[in-house]
């Protein structure tokens, strides 16, 4: 499968707790963003990386969350002090560069459950 | 501030019973309006791209159209596995943005 992946599918934790997760993008694909979606809602942008550089962060992006792409393939999104809010769909998507071809693929998703 | 609006919020078809779903935006310079299937528990998985009004793609029982202010996804006789929730997401002229900004989506049931 060449798809978008994504790790773990499901994570339960305790309030206070720091997450990680980890995005594998589509091989070709230098772009990479992180999107959050909670019941009922569509996607929300979080940020976005070209390569290794973080280039876009979403208001939505408060101090305890950080986000990294460290050689250019994949990513981890990181929630310090994980508070019920968080409680959401945290998912992950790849696109080519610029070119006729905007598409953006999605992963799985982490399915988030903060108690 | 860019706005997606989608309606209706659920639908429910017999199998067969054609319809429509519409996406109408409100943004300041749209670079491609696209379409997403979404099943529980999934991610979106990429349907159609859309770049200027007049514009139609096409694929099995799925038809999307688009105008300067909104889009129709367009479904003919479907089937009950095309139940699932419909996204659609402009992607907009602002500086370095490269961010989809979705709707809150359409979730359609087809009955057997």
């Known amino acids: 499968d060449t798809g978008v992946s994504q790790d773990p599918r499901h994570k339960i934790t305790k309030r206070g707790q720091n997450v990680t997760f980890r995005c594998d993008p589509i091989?070709?694909?230098?772009?990479l963003y992180w999107y959050r979606q909670t019941l009922g809602q569509g996607p929300e942008f979080l940020t976005y990386?070209?390569?290794?550089?973080?280039?876009?962060k979403s208001r939505l992006l408060s101090d305890r969350f950080s986000a990294e792409r460290p050689k250019g393939s994949f990513s981890t999104l990181e929630i310090q002090r994980t508070e019920q809010g968080d409680s959401a769909m945290y998912l992950c998507?790849?696109?080519?560069?610029?070119?006729?071809?905007?598409?953006?693929?999605f992963g799985p998703g982490t399915r988030l459950t903060v108690l | 501030e860019d706005q997606v609006t989608q309606s209706p919020e659920a639908l429910r078809l017999q199998e067969g019973e054609s319809s429509s779903l519409n996406c109408s935006y409100t943004?300041?310079?749209?670079?491609?309006l696209f379409w997403y299937r979404q099943d529980p528990g999934k991610g979106p998985e990429f349907l159609f791209t859309?770049?200027?009004a007049g514009e139609e793609k096409e694929k099995e029982r799925l038809k999307a159209t688009l105008t300067k202010k909104e889009s129709f996804l367009h479904i003919t006789a479907p089937k009950p596995e095309d139940s699932a929730t419909y996204l659609c997401?402009?992607?907009?002229?602002?500086?370095?943005?490269?961010?989809?900004?979705f709707g809150s989506g359409t979730q359609l049931t087809v009955l057997p």
């Open positions: 998507a790849s696109s080519w560069p610029d070119s006729s071809y905007n598409e953006q693929f």
């Open positions: 091989s070709e694909h230098n772009r």
């Open positions: 990386f070209q390569n290794e550089a973080q280039l876009e």
């Open positions: 943004v300041s310079g749209l670079r491609g």
């Open positions: 859309l770049y200027s």
């Open positions: 997401a402009v992607r907009v002229l602002s500086g370095s943005a490269r961010q989809l900004t």
